[in-house]
């Protein structure tokens, strides 16, 4: 089962920044949190992890709370080619149930014009 | 350009006829898996390599086999499709499954239908 909660939709106005948010309460304290996307059927992409510190790279922001119990997956200007269904997935740091990412059902994010 | 290659991407096959979903990965990555995603049920592990000639099943492996003679390939086999095996099949690779590290690399799918 998936151990994390994220809002089925969300809608984002194109330029805007996108904030999708991720809780998973239950996370222990070697586990990774990491961000992958999925547009219309393609394969999965990564986007981003991160253990407890904020982390950013080219493509997106991730802030992870103190207490690590939620997490928030900020792109910064948004736009329509970031319309797709984001996963937040927790990990354990070792060679774990096969390596599985275990996929919930994700935010579908639609940009609008 | 680094990437994962599947093939075909489109594939209409009838019940009991053998067929191959080939991987490949230009990376030097150890690590492979093959998912499959349904409607309502998500991604899931299909099986799973941890380098070359080190196989294991996921969550979902039957039905299906797996070989990995060499790194770069990892096919997916169904000796004998059935149409519950109709569904969207995605292959993945990592240098590693260890978590700190990049994520993993996914194919771009292939969309198979089994009558």
């Known amino acids: 089962d998936a151990k994390t909660t994220q809002p089925p939709s969300m809608d984002c106005a194109e330029g805007r920044a996108a904030n999708l948010p991720c809780n998973h309460s239950?996370?222990?304290?070697?586990?990774?949190v990491y961000w992958y996307r999925q547009i219309h059927s393609q394969g999965p992409q990564y986007i981003i992890h991160g253990l407890k510190n904020n982390e950013t790279n080219e493509m997106a922001s991730l802030i992870i709370t103190e207490d690590r119990k939620s997490s928030t997956l900020i792109l910064p200007h948004a736009t329509l080619r970031d319309t797709a269904v984001y996963y937040c997935?927790?990990?354990?740091?070792?060679?774990?149930?096969?390596?599985?990412?275990?996929f919930g059902q994700g935010t579908e994010l639609s940009v609008k014009p | 350009e680094a990437q994962v290659t599947q093939n075909p991407r489109y594939l209409i096959t009838v019940t009991g006829k053998k067929l191959t979903v080939t991987c490949s990965q230009n990376?030097?990555?150890?690590?492979m898996s093959w998912y499959r995603q349904d409607p309502g049920l998500g991604l899931r592990q299909i099986y799973y390599?941890?380098?070359?000639?080190?196989?294991d099943k996921g969550d979902v492996p039957e039905g299906y086999k797996v070989s990995r003679k060499e790194k770069r390939n990892f096919p997916l086999i169904l000796e004998s499709p059935s149409p519950n095996q109709t569904s969207l099949y995605f292959c993945a690779s990592s240098l590693s499954a260890e978590t700190g590290g990049g994520g993993y690399t996914f194919g771009s799918g292939t969309r198979l239908t089994v009558v």
């Open positions: 997935i927790v990990r354990a740091p070792r060679y774990n149930q096969g390596g599985k990412l275990i």
């Open positions: 390599s941890m380098n070359v000639e080190v196989t």
């Open positions: 239950t996370i222990s304290g070697n586990e990774y």
């Open positions: 990376m030097n990555h150890e690590y």
